[in-house]
């Protein structure tokens, strides 16, 4: 499909197209995509009391996450709507360096891959941490969300880190 | 209503809340969102061809923004239904680092602030070029997503920049 | 807004914009629509007899236009997210022409009009109609979706017939 | 399924149901489906200069359809849920005739055909176009939305031109 | 999956996940769901009307049923994107009790089972029915709502009745 | 409004309506529905768990419950889309008749009542429960969901416990 350097998104004439996978195998296929949430050191004592006294962010953000892998071809205009089998987003808690490192997993058995919707997965559970603990920090950056591994589909396994 | 260290979409049982606004005034308020969107020089170069020749990158990813700040409710579990007044979306590109810029602006009159809606817009628009350019540049990463300015609500003006 | 021969939907660089009604008044506005549905007359004959001894088509159809206008903002990408106050979609049979006028009012107080909301309910009530009948007619044509009467705005009253 | 004069939607004692399709062969299927938009000279003439100088009407308009072919199962009632492996929307300018020809083109494997999602698909381009004119031209009209082809399923090839 | 007294939607740490299907086998699964709404002896007789003279609340309450069917993934947040090939809703009046029976059911060809689709169903229904009469019955309660048959599925066939 | 014994969703001639609040007063309106989840008694022990050591049904249940709150206009036809200022969910267990109860209340100053949204609230977080529980609960009922308060409107307070 990624013939050379051509966005795929676009047909020959350059307009949009949701590209045609209509003659791609069905092969089981994950993404996992990370990203980082970093806040000031007295919210990141707030979010690390959450699993046992206050209010849990990171449970919200988690399920924020997951509801929003399911929306992603209303999100995003060119995805494909897919059929999810499994998503899972988690967190480790980095406090040395006042972050959150959020990652989100998502599989199927399909036709396209799942980069978007794990993507999509960790800035949605990223925003709903931000949406969660901005009344206390202002500050708060969301940042290096990517990819860091990919298996299935023509192009096989690809890992970032 | 934020008042010291605590995370108000919690009560005092630390059961999450949609925070009552029913009291607070009605002012407009604004809010700009920035991130970045980083790419392979090629890709960059694809992007730029944009607005001439082949399909445009940016156009989709400001029109995704655009209809995923209408969608921040449905994301973000705790946010008010709003009804947005403005938002416009707009990307700087910026070629020595390879770097896309995107700014989200939201505008309404209403009871609380559009803070979520703006970097909401943000992130969906990063995630669209994301999603366009992926098949030729499996690197790419979103990053530095952040407010960077905020008007109206009771705490006035705020300004990170 | 509409200043002389001007897309409003796009700025002076021909950006998309969700144009920017803070700071218009807010009035009530209310928008009718029309369409019409055309079948064959077979077709016709058993959306006549949906009032009393079949399933009723023109119900069906008049649910999915309301509903559908309250996802005018999700389907129409710069449209604002409105409070609609009243929809109503109703339909006139036509049986020597074997068509089915299809009506949609829609009103609310505020700072934008309704027209896209009563056409979007004309047009998914016709919609609606079409999947009811297709099994017996695959002819059916949606045809003559226009915008009838506006009230309320700065541009006061717009009657087409 | 279509057995003769029935409409299939409503059971033996009419009621409303979501055929069952359970026992179909999954076949691969396609429909285009076309409409026009009908507007005054001026504004043909501010939609052609789209392409080069000013903000682009068609390419928000496709994006529109393309994105509302994916929620057809959420607009019209009795439709299945599908997952679309292919989405094209095309337009063709007649300016003899001020009229702007959107198709509408979908695919999938599945049980079911995709009419409505092409129908769906062509409705949204054209009431977007119809969104993005109408500050400059009242009386636009959306005209002649129908079926054009149709491939695979139990019924096979139909083609209306 | 269920090994014992475990609830599956969370991993062995307490998290809460969408439970990965993706090697489970692709079965042809239902579920029928039941619930009933309690009317007063007046509001019972308004909704028997329905059929014949006044306007028809269950027609538009298994609408609003069958829709909800299909938004059961956006609605409860660790259940799984289906495609459903069939969902139907039905009353049965009991106006001995001042009762409204839903019943819902759902099938698809799927590797889980579609029980959660099956009591939105009915529980949007019932809802449906209530926001049509409440104006005249502010006393009406919705109960009983429980899954009555389920088949398909590693663990086979269900009943509770 | 509800003159007499009229259903007020349908006009005069029995068509459905969304009924016309344009010229309702806007005052501060609330309302608390409550239910019930009833459960075997190690699936109540499961859930009570959930505070300390296992993962937390209820908080995610609430939160299901928030986010139906604010699609209740996508999910009953005829409900006016609403800007609900606030929205909780909280549950009570009652062990000694394995009983989770429910109850949700909402809030807004606007020109129609919030009963559907406590009552969809409500709804959603129960079904929530029973999807999450089901695994080790196949008998799971939701029972006695009812509006318990209202206050605000032309009808003023209501209270049915």
Request: a negative charge; one cysteine or more.
């Amino acid at each position: 499909m990624s013939s050379g350097n051509e966005l795929t998104h676009f047909d020959q004439e350059g307009k949009a197209v949701m590209v045609d996978v209509s003659d791609k195998a069905e092969t089981t296929r994950t993404a996992t995509a990370k990203g980082r949430v970093l806040v000031q050191p007295e919210t990141m004592q707030l979010i690390q009391q959450g699993g046992f006294k206050k209010g849990d962010v990171l449970a919200i953000a988690r399920l924020a996450g997951i509801m929003g892998a399911k929306k992603t071809p209303d999100l995003i205009p060119l995805c494909h709507p897919l059929m999810l089998t499994s998503v899972k987003v988690d967190f480790t808690l980095d406090p040395e360096n006042n972050a959150i490192e959020v990652i989100g997993t998502c599989k199927l058995a399909g036709q396209t891959g799942v980069e978007m919707e794990a993507l999509t997965a960790v800035s949605i559970a990223a925003l709903t941490i931000y949406d969660m603990c901005k009344a206390v920090d202002k500050g708060i950056q969301i940042t290096d969300i990517r990819l860091v591994k990919k298996t299935g589909g023509k192009s096989g396994t690809y890992e970032a880190e």
